[in-house]
């Protein structure tokens, strides 16, 4: 069964580059007909799609959030890594690693991650 474990900073200052790691086991991230996302939550609000990376390494994002988030992988450690720049106090939220594959969709537990001055 997939497993899917997000890590990195808890904490972030306003305008640094927050980067976060989902290691994925039980899967491969190069298998064919699945694509690695992540999503988010801020408190309060609904999930909000942030991006994926497809099987060839080909990246999608949410255009509200595509000039500051990059979605890259590491094949040889079987990670998906998210970058976000510039952040700011708007940015916290439990950041999920997530994986969609045949209609269906499988969460990781989720990291907070919280920026503050």
């Known amino acids: 069964q997939v497993q899917l474990q997000e890590s990195g900073p808890g904490l972030v200052k306003p305008s640094q580059t927050l980067s976060l790691t989902c290691t994925v086991s039980?899967?491969?991230?190069?298998?064919?007909?699945?694509?690695w996302g992540w999503i988010r939550q801020p408190p309060g609000k609904e999930p909000e799609w942030m991006g994926a990376?497809?099987?060839?390494?080909?990246?999608y994002y949410n255009p509200s959030l595509k000039n500051r988030t990059s979605i890259s992988r590491d094949t040889s450690k079987n990670q998906v890594t998210l970058q976000m720049s510039s952040v700011a106090p708007r940015d916290t939220a439990v950041y999920y690693c997530a994986r969609g594959k045949e209609g269906r969709s499988h969460w990781g537990q989720g990291t907070q991650v919280t920026v503050y001055s």
């Open positions: 990376i497809d099987t060839s390494g080909s990246s």
């Open positions: 039980g899967d491969s991230i190069t298998a064919n007909g699945a694509v």
